[in-house]
C-alpha cells in the first residue's frame, strides 16, 4: 500500500527558504514519478513540480521556476522540496503525489493517483 508523508511545512517571512520532505513507502520509490502540488484557501489544487523516477527529469510550474527545486533520494524512499525566496502568495497546503512509471509532460494532478496529507506553508510579509 502505497503511503506518503510530507513533513517541512512552517510558517516563514517573504523572502526566506523552508524544505518540504515526503516519506515513501509500501512501493518501490524508485520506479514512481513523483511531484508536489499546492492548495490556497479558495484555489484549485495546483502543480507546483514534477520529477522522474530516477531523477533526471524535472518539471516546474512557471510561478516557482528559479526559486523552487525538486529533489529525490532514491535509497531514503524520499521526496524533497526547497523553498528559497519565498512569496506571500506561495502560502498554501503542500501535498506531494506519486504516478507509478514515467511523468506524463507536465505536472497535472489526474496523472498521479496516490497523495499524502499534506503540510501547510504559510509566508508572511
Known amino acids: 500500500q502505497v503511503q506518503l508523508v510530507e513533513s517541512g511545512g512552517g510558517s516563514v517571512q517573504a523572502g526566506g527558504s523552508l524544505r518540504l520532505s515526503c516519506a515513501a513507502s509500501?512501493?518501490?520509490?524508485?520506479?514512481?514519478?513523483m511531484g508536489w502540488f499546492r492548495q490556497a484557501p479558495g484555489k484549485e489544487r495546483e502543480g507546483v513540480a514534477r520529477?522522474?523516477?530516477?531523477?533526471?527529469?524535472?518539471y516546474y510550474a512557471d510561478s516557482v521556476k528559479g526559486r523552487f527545486t525538486i529533489s529525490r533520494d532514491n535509497a531514503k524512499n524520499t521526496l524533497y522540496l526547497q523553498m528559497n525566496s519565498l512569496k506571500t502568495e506561495d502560502t498554501a497546503l503542500y501535498y506531494c503525489?506519486?504516478?507509478?512509471?514515467?511523468?506524463?509532460?507536465?505536472?497535472?494532478?489526474?496523472?498521479?493517483?496516490?497523495w499524502g496529507q499534506g503540510t501547510q506553508v504559510t509566508v508572511s510579509s
Open positions: 520529477i522522474s523516477g530516477s531523477g533526471g527529469s524535472r
Open positions: 509500501g512501493y518501490t520509490y524508485s520506479t514512481y514519478c
Open positions: 503525489a506519486a504516478r507509478y512509471g514515467a511523468c506524463a509532460g507536465r505536472v497535472n494532478i489526474g496523472d498521479f493517483g496516490y
